[in-house]
């Protein structure tokens, strides 16, 4: 069994920064894609960036040059660097994994349990 645990969320004002923090443990061979996802009361949930085992990064056009996405693969842990933040960034923000847990398993989503992150303007 896998496990997505977030920290780093809070009260800050806009303009402020903030730095998500979720670190994966349990059952790990390999983790593919890790990411965030963000989810306001009464909206879908949505992309904010995702970060392959590479490198590569994706990020929702609504945080592109504000927002950094990284990872230790060493430690099984992605960051999310939030910069120049708006009100309208207020939501939960969920860390989302692909875990293998075995050289021949299959990839597994895995899911955190939210951090939530409040804009003041």
């Known amino acids: 069994q896998v496990q997505l645990v977030e920290s780093g969320g809070g009260l800050v004002q806009a303009g402020g920064s903030l730095r998500l923090s979720c670190a994966a443990s349990?059952?790990?061979?390999?983790?593919?894609?890790m990411g965030w996802y963000r989810q306001a009361p009464g909206k879908q949930r949505e992309l904010v960036a995702v970060c392959t085992s590479g490198g590569s990064t994706v990020y929702a056009d609504s945080v592109k040059g504000r927002f950094t996405i990284s990872r230790d693969n060493a430690k099984n842990t992605v960051y999310l660097q939030m910069n120049s933040l708006k009100p309208e960034d207020t939501s939960d923000y969920y860390c989302?994994?692909?875990?293998?847990?075995?050289?021949?398993?299959?990839?597994?989503?895995?899911w955190g349990q939210g951090t939530r992150v409040t804009v003041s303007s």
């Open positions: 349990g059952s790990i061979f390999m983790i593919n894609d």
């Open positions: 989302n994994a692909f875990v293998k847990s075995s050289r021949w398993g299959r990839d597994r989503e895995v």
